[in-house]
C-alpha cells in the first residue's frame, strides 16, 4: 500500500494513545495528555516538510484526474518531452503534498486537488529547471473565490505574496479566468510565483527591462490599466510582470525582447537546456 501522508500514519496511534489517557483519566484531565497533544501540534506544523520528506523518498503514482486536467488545460505541460512531463508530474506530487493550501470564506476550507493542481502547475513550470522548486519557504497558498482584502493591502485585489510569512493569496476568479482566456486575463498565478520566487532566491541577476508598459502591450496586448485593474493594484513592480509574460506569452516576448528572453531563458531553464 503506498503512503501519501506519512504525517496522517503517524498522528493515527498519537490520537489513540490521547484519547486513551483521557478515558483512563476518568473526571481529571491527566497531565499525560499534554504529550501526545504536543506531539499532534508539531505534526500539523510540520506535516508540509514530513510529507514532502517521505514522497521525495517513496513516490506514488501520479494521480490520473491530476494529468487528465494538465493535458486539457494546462499547454505548458502539454508541450513538454514525455521525460520532462515525468519530472513536472514528480514535482507536482511533492509540491501539493509539501505545501498547505486553502480556501478561505467564512472558515478555511480543503481545496480541492484539480485547484491545487492548476495553482502549483504554475510554480512547477517556472521552476522546472531550478532545483529549489519549492520555492523557498513559501509554504501557504490561500485562495479566495473573488478578489479580497488583507491587513497589508486592505483593498480588493487579486494577489498578493508576503514573502516574509512564506504566503501566496490568490483570487480563483483571476487565475481560471487567465487559464482559460489568457489572451484577455493577466495571469496572476505567474505572477505570484515571480514574486515569491524573486523574494527568496538570492544572487540572482535579472536582465533589465523596461521600465514603462509600451513593450508589455507589445507582447501581451495587456495595457498598464489592463493589468492594474485586474490585480487590484494602483502601482505594481515591472520585474514580476516581465517575468509572468515570459512564462504566459512565450513566442511574442522573445520576438519583442529577445535579449532579455535569453537572459531569462538561462535562469529558468539552467538545469534543462
Known amino acids: 500500500m503506498k503512503i501519501y501522508s506519512i504525517s496522517k500514519v503517524l498522528a493515527f496511534p498519537i490520537i489513540l494513545i490521547a484519547v486513551a489517557i483521557l478515558y483512563f483519566s476518568h473526571q481529571s484531565i491527566s497531565v ?54 515525468s519530472k513536472f508530474e514528480y514535482r507536482m506530487t511533492l509540491y501539493i503534498e509539501g505545501r498547505l493550501f486553502s480556501s478561505v470564506g467564512s472558515e478555511l476550507r480543503d481545496v480541492p486537488e484539480d485547484i491545487k493542481c492548476m495553482v502549483a502547475a504554475h510554480g512547477i513550470e517556472m521552476c ?27 483593498f480588493l485585489h487579486t494577489v498578493e505574496t508576503n514573502i516574509e510569512d512564506g504566503v501566496i493569496i490568490l483570487s480563483l476568479e483571476q487565475l481560471t479566468n487567465a487559464v482559460i482566456s489568457p489572451e484577455t486575463h493577466y495571469n496572476i498565478g505567474y505572477h505570484a510565483y515571480a514574486e515569491a520566487f524573486i523574494g527568496t532566491q538570492k544572487g540572482i541577476i535579472y536582465p533589465s527591462v523596461p521600465d514603462g508598459f509600451e513593450e508589455v502591450n507589445r507582447i501581451s496586448g495587456f495595457t498598464r490599466d489592463t493589468i492594474l485593474q485586474q490585480t487590484g493594484f494602483e502601482n505594481i513592480a515591472i520585474l514580476p510582470i516581465h517575468i509572468t509574460l515570459f512564462f504566459s506569452h512565450p513566442i511574442t516576448y522573445k520576438e519583442v525582447l529577445p535579449e532579455q528572453f535569453k537572459a531569462f531563458s538561462k535562469i529558468f531553464y539552467k538545469n534543462n537546456h
Not at 32 to 41: D, G, N, S, T
Not at 132 to 146: E, F, P
Request: no cysteine; hydrophobic share 40%; aromatic share 18%.
Open 32 to 85: 499525560f495528555i499534554i504529550i501526545p497533544v504536543a506531539m499532534l501540534v508539531a505534526l500539523y506544523t510540520f506535516h508540509g516538510i514530513l510529507d514532502h520528506w517521505w514522497l521525495s523518498r517513496y513516490p506514488v503514482p501520479f494521480d490520473p484526474r491530476l494529468r487528465d486536467w494538465l493535458n486539457n488545460h494546462f499547454k505548458p505541460y502539454q508541450q513538454l518531452h514525455e521525460s520532462d512531463r
Open 128 to 154: 522546472l529547471g531550478i532545483d529549489d522548486y519549492l520555492i523557498g519557504d513559501m509554504d501557504r497558498i490561500y485562495l479566495y473565490k473573488h478578489p479580497f482584502p488583507t491587513p497589508d493591502f486592505p
